[in-house]
């Protein structure tokens, strides 16, 4: 029984909202977006400033998105030609598949300074909890 209940325990503390698996690597592809205003957790966002990433609507699972677990207390990790890079999620990307996630201008350009390279690929996403003082 006490085996059962500390497994129980352990897959609920790594997986939030039915789909976001904490520490579990995602080979996939990134871009970059400029936007300003309400992001789709609810704080301001000025993608041309900040470094955040909007994650794919995949992994959204409330209706109502700034009370969506994703938008507390989580980040992304990302991996990208020997480089590496963690960012709050702050906004969602709904025309993004599960493994494409798009990111605010200082964010890809810490992981690819050039703009014009605008689909970077063979990156690896890990969601991983953070605490920022926004939180």
């Keep these: 029984m006490l ?14 909202g039915g789909e976001v698996t904490f520490g579990k690597p995602i080979k996939g592809h ?8 309400r992001g789709a957790c609810g704080s301001k966002i000025n993608a041309n400033e900040e470094k955040f990433v909007a994650a794919p609507g995949y992994y959204w699972k409330s209706g109502n998105f700034s009370h969506d677990p ?3 207390h989580v980040c992304v990790e990302i991996r990208y030609k020997g480089h590496t890079l963690s960012v709050p ?13 798009d990111l605010s201008i200082p ?3 810490s992981l690819e300074p050039v703009l014009d390279f ?11 909890r953070c605490y920022l003082k926004d939180d």
Excluded: M, P
């Design 3 to 16: 085996r059962f209940f500390l497994l129980f325990s352990f897959l609920l503390s790594s997986t939030y």
């Design 30 to 37: 990134f871009t970059w977006f400029s936007e300003i205003g």
């Design 70 to 72: 994703i938008c507390h």
């Design 89 to 101: 999620v702050k906004d969602q990307c709904a025309t993004c598949h599960k493994n494409h996630f």
């Design 107 to 109: 964010a890809f350009k």
């Design 118 to 128: 605008v689909d970077a690929k063979n990156a690896v996403f890990i969601f991983k």
